[in-house]
DNA sequence: GGTCACGGCTATCACTCGTTAGCCATCAGG
DNA sequence: CCTGATGGCTAACGAGTGATAGCCGTGACC
């Protein structure tokens, strides 16, 4: 392995730990074995590793997601697909997953722009998701807005807890990701509903 | 308004926007009117507005969670209750539960150790109650610990995307979860599962 | 009216940070 | 053997950081 992506490793795993503002080059530098001007041999700014890391994190996720709903038309299928890849992303990049929701902020123009638009992009697609189960009738929520954020965040929080050495393989966490969704959206086989009045 | 009490605000929304790391003494002073040095007349250092923001917070939530639970024993009401209070504290402190999630890693020893501590308890709380649900026949999931996990993460994900002028009110936002939560744990009259064959 | 706490202020300290400049060892290619 | 690229290094710059020191106007209180 390069230097180079050496270097994206690092940057990555300290970011995670640190923050991007509470990273030093030296740090980064010190965990690939050079002082921190050397870095700059082969990467432009610390900026520019922010920027490398959150913009292919969206186009992964996101080129993911494409490829698992395009698949098939059945609404059902769909979303279990998505939630399928979406888990699966936030399991396989943890760091970058956490990266990308807590350094947003450290991303600068015009790079945060393009990032939040694809991420408003990526939120679009399984809130019509949600809406087109709903409209065939398969889906039965109060919100459409509220159940895809509800989707979302459970994969989300993944980036928290889960740990490849866990007791659960990444199969097993998926799939049961995937059955938590599916009961949030109230994709059971007939209807019922959990006994509140409302 | 004292301004010792502005100024943890204006840390609070600071800390928020730009992070700890990224927020200087001379923008929490700006934000309330002073120059930075004139903060140490209200508060002994900016890590101290970190510590404070931090216990507080989880010393909030934990109280909240005790005094929810603590009026029933049916597994389920006590989780409905558990989750309102979960949900509806994200929702009226997002920003302080925002920078608990974020900022953990800014916080110095040994207040770090005894938040982790807090919010392990608080977890170990939640993972009882679906603990309880399960073994009452009540609930039904394949994992006690992913299931908790999700109720969780179901609720911090306010912290993202909830905003006080959303078109939902609160008490829509906090039932829906709620609906969530139950509908995840297979709270439903009978059970129906999804239709998964493993 | 003297006193004194309160709460601002500026100047300054002691660092730390990202980044640049410039030096040098290594080594491949002609 | 020269040459030039590669990729390390130290020194240093310039900007900014949290925090301290010390000054001073205001106003409450006896």
């Known amino acids: 392995m390069g230097t180079a992506s050496a ?9 995670a730990a640190r923050g991007y503002e509470g990273t030093t080059m030296a740090d980064i530098g010190a965990a690939v074995g050079i002082r921190g001007p050397s ?10 590793l922010l920027v490398e890391l959150m913009t292919a994190t969206m ?6 997601h494409r490829a698992a709903v395009g ?15 979406h888990v699966r992303f936030h399991a396989r990049h943890r760091l970058e997953a956490f990266v990308g929701a807590s350094e947003m902020r450290s991303l600068a123009e015009p790079h945060r722009g393009k990032v939040l638009g694809k991420r408003a992009e990526y939120e679009r697609s399984f809130r019509r998701l949600v809406e087109d189960g709903v ?3 398969r889906f039965h929520v109060p919100s459409v807005r509220l159940a895809s954020y509800a989707v979302l965040d459970l994969g989300m929080g ?3 807890w889960y740990r490849e050495e866990g007791e659960l393989s990444e ?7 995937t059955e938590f969704a599916l009961r949030l959206v109230g994709a059971g086989q007939g209807w019922t509903g959990t006994g509140r009045d409302g």
């Open 171 to 177: 199969n097993e966490v998926v799939w049961q990701q």
């Open 158 to 160: 993944l980036a928290t």
């Open 39 to 48: 870095l700059y041999k082969h990467v432009a700014s610390k900026q520019d």
């Open 7 to 15: 270097i994206r490793v690092a940057a990555l795993e300290l970011f």
């Open 59 to 64: 186009d992964g996720l996101l080129d993911l």
């Open 71 to 85: 698949g098939t038309d059945d609404p059902v299928e769909r979303l279990r697909r998505a939630v399928d890849a």
């Open 135 to 137: 409209a065939a009738g």
